[in-house]
């Protein structure tokens, strides 16, 4: 019976990764744009705001596939939005029109609406099938979104090449399916186990609705966490390359911080949740911010050569982030309503996905240095990190208020309440 189980779980995980894997397609659009772009004569404003809507709708589809799946069952937010997925990518490779219009609908918004809700479903599915380690099960298949751009980005370049951008989507398309269908046969909760009853007896108490989560400073303390730490990373993300170029680092070194970058994005997504396990996800946090103010301020202070790392080390500032909160805001606001409560916690890259090129867009408007919008992204990082710092005390606060009733029933003494609340990771 355990054997079954385990053999259950490692295909729920190994499906539900490859499935993840693909919802990072949005992020290598940069390499078909060109394509795009020249097959239909769309400016760059035209075929931009494709990757603007995916992420957008991205958000919305978190919110809703999390909802059906904590209603219903992964089984079938996977299947709706596998399909709407899968069907946005197909109909993308006949969407090549004169008008972006209908692009705008299926890379976009149906692209994105679909990844929303398989992404949520499965990052919440994986952390019920590890109680005892919900960072390291979210970790696992978050790490595979940040290795979508190491591995597609180099087939895309040489499928863009060779047969063009609509018979690339098709073939992209085509495995999206496969994946799809993997997901729908191999992805649901598990069954109830001794391990499952003991780890939602120790969640007793703390079981939010998103309505009664999004009426709590603890909501507003995460999202803003999320909004202003993440700024930082998509203000340089875009320029990583040419502020190296820019600076007299080679393009051969600039486009290898770039890859690197991407390794330690994904890097970061697994290792970051899984020692946060043990040693609390506050603090882990508070780290990743910590280097990013120190990355925007090399940006701008240090030398030239130094810029290099400093790219490095924000894309796995970004994979920090990302890999973290999901299990950050179910240890906060419980397993029970964690696909849709997180998603809710998202609009957070929403607002930040449109914030970091405003940021940069005022700053090449006025002709200023772009140390300025570095400066912007150190001041961002900062800010995330008073967030964090108040999200703290106020479950430190609430620790308090329960008279430590919450880590009583997980059998933890009184003495250890404080760092408990500091962790926030039992």
């Known amino acids: 019976m355990e054997k079954n189980r385990s053999i259950v779980r490692t295909m729920m995980m190994?499906?539900?990764?490859?499935?993840?894997?693909?919802?990072?397609?949005?992020?290598?659009?940069?390499?078909?744009?060109?394509?795009?772009?020249?097959?239909?004569?769309?400016?760059?404003?035209?075929?931009?705001?494709?990757?603007?809507?995916?992420?957008?709708?991205?958000?919305?589809?978190?919110?809703?596939?999390?909802?059906?799946?904590?209603?219903?069952?992964?089984?079938?937010?996977?299947?709706?939005?596998?399909?709407?997925?899968?069907?946005?990518?197909?109909?993308?490779?006949?969407?090549?029109?004169?008008?972006?219009?209908?692009?705008?609908?299926?890379?976009?918004?149906?692209?994105?609406?679909?990844?929303?809700?398989?992404?949520?479903?499965?990052?919440?599915?994986?952390?019920?099938?590890?109680?005892?380690?919900?960072?390291?099960?979210?970790?696992?298949?978050v790490t595979a979104n940040g290795l979508c751009g190491f591995f597609l980005?180099?087939?895309?370049?040489?499928?863009?090449?060779?047969?063009?951008?609509?018979?690339?989507?098709?073939?992209?398309?085509?495995?999206?399916?496969?994946?799809?269908?993997?997901?729908?046969?191999?992805?649901?909760?598990?069954e109830n186990t001794q391990e499952n009853e003991k780890e939602r007896k120790k969640q007793k108490g703390r079981q939010y609705t998103s309505g009664e989560m999004?009426?709590?400073?603890?909501?507003?303390?995460?999202?803003?966490?999320?909004?202003?730490?993440?700024?930082?990373?998509?203000?340089?993300?875009?320029?990583?390359?040419?502020?190296?170029?820019?600076?007299?680092?080679?393009?051969?070194?600039?486009?290898?911080?770039?890859?690197?970058?991407?390794?330690?994005?994904?890097?970061?997504?697994?290792a970051l949740p899984a020692l946060a396990d043990k040693i609390g996800r506050i603090g882990c946090i508070k780290a990743v911010l910590l280097v990013s103010v120190a990355a925007m301020c090399l940006l701008i202070a240090g030398p030239a050569p130094l810029t290099t790392l400093c790219v490095v080390l924000m894309y796995g500032c970004y994979g920090g982030i990302m890999g973290s909160f999901p299990s950050l805001t179910s240890s906060i606001f419980g397993m029970e309503h964690s696909g849709e409560n997180y998603g809710f916690v998202m609009i957070g890259i929403v607002i930040a996905t449109f914030a970091a090129p405003a940021v940069t867009g005022v700053v090449s408007a006025g002709g200023l240095d772009i140390n300025v919008a570095f400066g912007a992204g150190a001041a961002s990082a900062?800010?995330?990190?008073?967030?964090?710092?108040?999200?703290?005390?106020?479950?430190?606060?609430?620790?308090?208020?329960?008279?430590?009733?919450?880590?009583?029933?997980s059998g933890i003494s009184g003495k250890m309440c404080d760092s408990v609340c500091k962790a926030v990771n039992k």
């Open 214 to 270: 999004v009426r709590t400073k603890k909501f507003y303390y995460l999202l803003c966490t999320m909004l202003f730490g993440l700024i930082s990373y998509l203000i340089l993300s875009p320029l990583s390359q040419t502020v190296q170029i820019d600076r007299g680092i080679s393009v051969s070194i600039a486009v290898s911080a770039v890859m690197l970058g991407s390794i330690c994005n994904a890097g970061t997504r697994l």
């Open 382 to 409: 900062v800010l995330s990190f008073i967030s964090l710092i108040l999200l703290e005390r106020e479950l430190k606060k609430e620790c308090g208020i329960q008279n430590c009733e919450r880590t009583k029933e």
């Open 14 to 141: 190994v499906c539900g990764a490859f499935a993840i894997f693909f919802t990072g397609f949005p992020h290598v659009w940069s390499i078909y744009q060109p394509y795009a772009m020249e097959l239909t004569g769309w400016s760059q404003g035209q075929t931009s705001m494709c990757f603007y809507l995916a992420m957008a709708t991205f958000v919305f589809g978190n919110i809703f596939g999390g909802r059906l799946q904590d209603k219903y069952s992964p089984r079938l937010a996977v299947s709706i939005g596998g399909g709407i997925f899968t069907a946005g990518i197909l109909l993308s490779a006949f969407a090549m029109l004169p008008s972006p219009v209908m692009i705008y609908l299926t890379y976009g918004v149906m692209q994105g609406f679909g990844q929303g809700m398989i992404y949520t479903t499965i990052i919440s599915t994986a952390q019920k099938w590890f109680p005892g380690r919900p960072g390291l099960a979210s970790g696992i298949v």
């Open 153 to 190: 980005a180099p087939l895309s370049r040489m499928l863009l090449a060779e047969i063009g951008i609509s018979n690339t989507l098709l073939i992209v398309g085509a495995m999206i399916a496969v994946s799809w269908g993997l997901g729908w046969k191999f992805i649901k909760n598990p």
